[in-house]
Nanobody
Framework: QVQLVESGGGSVQAGESLRLSCEIN????????MGWFRQTPGKEREGVAM???????DYADSVKGRFTISRDSAKNALYLEMNDLKPEDTAMYFC???????????????????WGQGTQVTVSS
């Protein structure tokens, strides 16, 4: 019964910012690893940002320095701050979770068991 719900997407101009949120229900932060992915029509879903061990995080080269992943255990939520958005950032963004076995580490799409419905981000030039 684990559910993830994304929100915060929208249409913006290049250079602007957006903050995506992911509400997580039916799970405990201490028992899962979280990450953000995105997908555009005709392309494979790709990792954008995810937590590794502790407060460490990993980012795709294309968003490094512009995006920041964060979480709020008290609110049981995951966030993605997206700054200086570019047209190539246009995609459906998904938050994902997988059972935490010992520790979290960089994982591919196939490693994540639970996914949100996605929130659309459109960036215009």
């Amino acid at each position: 019964q684990v559910q993830l719900v994304e929100s915060g997407g929208g249409s913006v101009q290049a250079g602007e910012s957006l903050r995506l949120s992911c509400e997580i229900n039916g799970w405990t932060y201490s028992t899962f690893c979280m990450g953000w992915f995105r997908q555009t029509p005709g392309k494979e879903r790709e990792g954008v940002a995810m937590f590794t061990w502790g407060d460490n995080s990993d980012y795709a080269d294309s968003v490094k320095g512009r995006f920041t992943i964060s979480r709020d255990s008290a609110k049981n939520a995951l966030y993605l701050e997206m700054n200086d958005l570019k047209p190539e950032d246009t995609a459906m963004y998904f938050c994902a979770a997988r059972p935490k076995i010992g520790y979290c580490y960089v994982s591919p799409v196939t490693a994540f068991d639970y996914w949100g419905q996605g929130t659309q981000v459109t960036v215009s030039s």
